[in-house]
């Protein structure tokens, strides 16, 4: 797949860092997921400029889950008519997520289970080693620029609990996002 499909999205005029196929990625990895209960929480690491934090946003809604996003930098577009209209700043911390208290926060809505971690972050190894621990069966995992920012030894030590979760659809739609659900 090349062209439009292959570059940055654009989402109400600024664009997200991601491709539509990974936005698309992220819809089917919500809808095939057949866990003991519905979802509770969306957790996005790596908010950048919110669009794609307003898109989750909108599935944690429909969903009836809760989101959080967080970002180091604060580069995120909150006072859009959208973001306002969502309350997206309500659903945003800025601060490293390595660091206390964000690190606290961050493990504090994991516990909202099941979860859905997005790892989209500016060092997403570290993200998963950091945070996948505190994933219990039924949460779902999601990484951004799997083969390139996040590779198989990332996830290896982890193997006996995470499942890959509709990785041919991602190969399909030639989409970076990769995603496991924890099973045991
Ligand atoms: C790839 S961008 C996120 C893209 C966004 N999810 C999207 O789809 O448009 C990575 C973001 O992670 C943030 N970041 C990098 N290191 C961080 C850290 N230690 N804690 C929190 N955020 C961090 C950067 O500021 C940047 O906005």
Redesign the pocket.
């Known amino acids: 797949m090349t062209g439009i499909l292959q570059r ?1 999205a654009p989402f109400l005029g600024k ?4 491709h539509w196929t ?1 936005v698309l990625a992220v819809e089917l990895a919500l809808n095939a997921y057949d866990g003991p209960k519905p979802l509770r929480q969306i957790v ?10 307003l898109i989750l946003l909108l599935q944690a809604i429909e969903r009836q889950a809760m989101f959080l ?5 604060d ?2 577009d909150l006072d859009s008519p959208a973001a306002c209209y969502l309350h997206l700043r309500a659903h945003y911390i800025q ?5 206390r208290p ?1 690190y606290d926060i961050v493990r504090h809505a994991l516990r909202c289970r099941p979860v859905f971690l ?1 790892c ?4 997403k190894s570290r993200e998963v080693h950091t945070f996948v621990p505190f994933l219990t069966k039924g949460d779902l995992l999601g990484v ?2 799997w083969g390139s920012q996040v590779v198989e030894e990332d996830i290896a030590p982890f193997t006996h609990r995470p499942a890959p979760h509709i990785w041919k659809e991602c190969e399909e739609i030639e989409s970076t996002m990769r995603f496991w659900k924890v099973v045991a």
């Open positions: 940055n664009d997200m860092l991601q990974d996005e690491l790596g908010t950048y400029n919110g669009r794609l934090s996003t967080v970002d180091l930098r580069h995120v601060g490293d997520v390595f660091s964000i997005l989209d972050n500016g060092n951004h620029d």
